[in-house]
C-alpha cells in the first residue's frame, strides 16, 4: 500500500505484462489494487475529517505523518520478518491488521466518537499493517516470476498503484460528498478484506535454506551491516529520505490548499488528487523513454524541478484548473523520483537480503515524510501555508543539487542470486551450529611482480566477504617469508560462517578464482579453520582444523 512503490517504468509492452501470465501474481496484484483503490479513498475521507473537526494545521499534515511512521518503526524489523519467515503469512498478518483497524475506525465514526488523536491512532493501526505487508509483497515478487520478469513485474507495482492513484481520490470525494465520512470508511474495509482472500487462496513455492532460521537480532544486524556497506544502496536512501522530506508538503498541505486558498470541500479536493494521479501515470509511461536517453541522476534532478514547480504553484495560485495543472506536472516528478529508486535498490540487493533493504529503504524514505510532514505542517501553522510551501520548493532543489555529493547508480541488471552451493569441509572436533567464534584464514604465496595486482583484488576481496557476514578482516603480510600473506576474518559461530559460504554469488566466485591464480605454489591457498576459546577454558583439542578447498 506503499506510495514508494518503484518501478523500472519501462513502457507497457507484452515483455511489460508478463508477470501477469503468472496466475498467482496476478490475482494478489488486482487484489492490491482494490485495496489501494480504498486506501486513497481512506485518506481523502481521513484528511477532509482532520480539516473539519480541527483547526490546526499542524494535525492535518500529521495524517501523512501518522500513516508513514509505522513504516519507519517497523520496516526494518519487518523486512527481517520477511526474510526468515514466510512471506505469505507476514503478507496475510498485515493484510488483517488494517482490516481490523479500519472496521475500528468505521466504527468509532458511526458512533461519533472521533477526536484528532483517535484519528492520528488508528491511522498508526492502519500504517503498521502496512509497514507488515509491504517488504513481503516486494521481496515475494521474485519468488512468484521468472528471474527475467522481477523489473516487469517491479513495474506493474508502481504502474497499478499510480493508475488508481488517478480515481481513487476522486471516487473518495465523490463518496464523502454524496453518501457520508462513514460510507467511504466502510467502503475501505470492504477493500482491505479483497486481498486477504487473495492471498489465503494462493501458495507459490519459495526455495528454502539448508541452514536454520536467522535470529532477529543477527537478520537485522545483517540487513544494516549490508546496506551499510554497499554505496549504491546507501545512496538511493539518502537522496528518497531527502526527497520524501522536501516533496510530502505537495500531499501534506494539500487539504488546506483546498480549504484556504481555493474555497473548495472534499470533491475539489479528490479532483486535484486525480490530477496528481493522472500526471504520475504519464510520468510512469514517459519512464522508458526518458531512461534510454537520461541518466537516472538526471531524470532524479528533473523529478525534483517538476515537484519544486508544483509546490511553488499551489503556494502562488487561487485556480482549481491552475493547482489541478501543477498537481499533474507534480505526480509525474513523484512517480519518475520513486520509481528510480526503488529499482535501484531492488536491483542491488541479493535474494537473501532482499526484505531487509527494501524495509530499510521503506524505513529512512517514510521517516523523511513522517519528518517532512511535521516540519511543513509546524510552518504553515506559525507562519503561513503559502511560505510553507515555497520553501518546501527551494528545499526540492537542494535534493536535486545533492546529486553532485551522492549521485544514484546506473545499474541495469539484479544483483545475482547466491549460489548456496557449498560442502562443509570435515573437521576434527565435535562443532554444533552456535559453536564460535570461527576463525578463518587463508594462506597465499605471492610472488613480487603479483602484489600489486593481489592488492587491488583482496580490497574488493575484503568489501564482498564483509557484506555476507565476515568480520574483522585482515591481511598479513610475513616479515620474515614476505612472499606469505595471510587473509584472517571471524564469523560469530559455525552456522555464520556456513550462511557467509551460501551467500557468495558466481561473480564473488570468480574473484576467488583470480586471486588463486596470482597464488605462486603447486597446491591451492591453505584454508584453516579455527574456534575461540578463552585462555582459561583452552582445551588441548581445540586446535586449528585445516583443509583444502574443493576445486
Not at 523486512?79 to 468509532?108: E, I, K, W
Request: charged share 15%; glycine share 8%.
Amino acid at each position: 500500500m506503499n506510495g514508494l512503490a518503484g518501478s523500472d517504468a519501462d513502457s507497457l509492452s507484452p515483455g511489460a505484462l508478463a508477470p501477469l501470465k503468472n496466475s498467482t501474481f496476478r490475482s494478489i496484484w488486482l487484489a492490491s489494487q482494490v485495496s489501494s483503490l480504498g486506501w486513497l479513498m481512506q485518506t481523502v475521507a481521513i484528511s477532509w475529517l482532520m480539516a473539519t473537526i480541527s483547526t490546526s494545521e499542524l494535525m492535518v499534515a500529521l495524517v501523512q505523518a501518522s500513516s508513514n511512521l509505522p513504516v519507519f518503526l517497523l520496516a526494518i524489523f519487518a523486512g527481517a520478518l520477511a526474510d526468515n519467515f514466510s512471506r505469505r503469512r507476514v503478507m496475510f498478518a498485515g493484510r488483517a491488521l488494517m482490516a481490523v483497524a479500519s472496521a475500528m475506525l468505521t466504527a468509532f465514526v458511526a458512533l461519533g466518537f472521533v477526536d484528532p488523536w483517535t484519528i492520528l491512532g488508528f491511522c498508526f493501526l492502519i500504517g503498521c499493517g502496512a509497514a507488515l505487508n509491504d517488504p513481503a509483497w516486494q521481496a515475494s515478487v521474485s519468488d512468484m516470476v521468472d528471474r527475467r520478469d522481477v523489473p516487469a513485474a517491479v513495474t506493474l507495482l508502481s504502474v497499478g498503484y499510480n493508475t488508481v492513484r488517478t480515481v481513487g481520490p476522486a471516487l473518495g470525494g465523490i463518496v464523502v460528498a454524496s453518501f457520508g465520512l462513514v460510507t467511504a470508511f466502510a467502503a475501505t474495509t470492504l477493500s482491505y478484506l479483497v486481498p486477504l482472500v487473495a492471498i489465503w487462496r494462493c501458495k507459490w513455492k519459495v526455495r528454502s535454506s539448508p541452514l536454520p532460521r536467522e535470529r532477529m537480532k543477527t537478520a537485522i544486524h545483517d540487513g544494516l551491516r549490508f546496506t551499510a556497506m554497499s554505496s549504491e544502496i546507501k545512496a538511493a536512501i539518502g537522496r528518497g529520505a531527502l526527497f520524501g522530506l522536501a516533496s510530502i508538503a505537495i500531499l501534506a498541505l494539500l487539504p488546506l490548499v483546498v480549504r484556504d486558498h481555493l474555497g473548495g470541500g472534499p470533491i475539489a479536493y479528490g479532483t486535484l488528487m486525480a490530477g496528481f494521479g493522472t500526471g504520475a501515470i504519464f510520468g510512469g509511461a514517459a519512464n522508458g523513454t526518458l531512461r534510454r536517453v537520461l541518466s537516472q541522476e538526471r531524470m532524479m534532478t528533473l523529478s525534483c524541478v517538476a515537484c519544486a514547480a508544483c509546490s511553488l504553484s499551489l503556494a502562488l495560485t487561487s485556480s482549481l484548473a491552475v493547482a489541478a495543472i501543477g498537481l499533474a506536472v507534480g505526480g509525474a516528478g513523484w512517480v519518475t523520483a520513486w520509481s528510480g529508486i526503488g529499482v535501484g535498490v531492488q536491483l542491488a540487493s541479493p535474494r537473501w537480503v532482499v526484505g531487509r533493504t527494501i524495509s530499510i529503504y521503506y524505513a529512512l524514505a517514510d521517516g523523511g515524510i513522517v519528518v517532512g510532514s511535521w516540519l511543513w505542517g509546524t510552518l504553515a501553522q506559525n507562519h503561513s501555508l503559502t511560505l510553507a510551501l515555497a520553501s518546501s520548493a527551494g528545499a526540492l532543489l537542494l535534493v536535486a543539487a545533492a546529486g553532485l555529493l551522492f549521485p544514484l547508480g546506473e545499474r541495469r541488471e539484479s544483483e545475482p542470486d547466491p549460489l548456496e552451493e557449498f560442502d562443509a569441509p570435515a573437521v576434527a572436533l565435535e562443532v554444533k551450529p552456535r559453536s564460535g567464534p570461527i576463525v578463518v584464514k587463508v594462506e597465499y604465496l605471492i610472488p613480487e611482480k603479483n602484489i600489486e595486482e593481489f592488492l587491488t583484488l583482496m580490497r574488493e576481496r575484503r568489501h564482498v566477504v564483509s557484506r555476507v557476514g565476515a568480520r574483522h578482516w585482515t591481511l598479513q603480510r610475513n616479515l620474515q617469508r614476505p612472499t606469505y600473506w595471510t587473509e584472517t576474518f571471524r564469523t560469530p559461530t559455525w552456522t555464520d560462517y556456513l550462511r557467509l559460504n551460501h551467500r557468495l554469488t558466481e561473480s564473488d566466485k570468480d574473484l576467488e578464482v583470480r586471486i588463486f591464480h596470482l597464488h605462486a605454489a603447486d597446491l591451492p591457498p591453505q584454508v584453516s579453520l579455527s574456534i575461540e576459546r578463552p585462555t582459561g577454558l583452552a582445551r588441548k583439542t581445540d586446535q586449528p582444523i585445516r583443509y583444502l578447498p574443493r576445486h
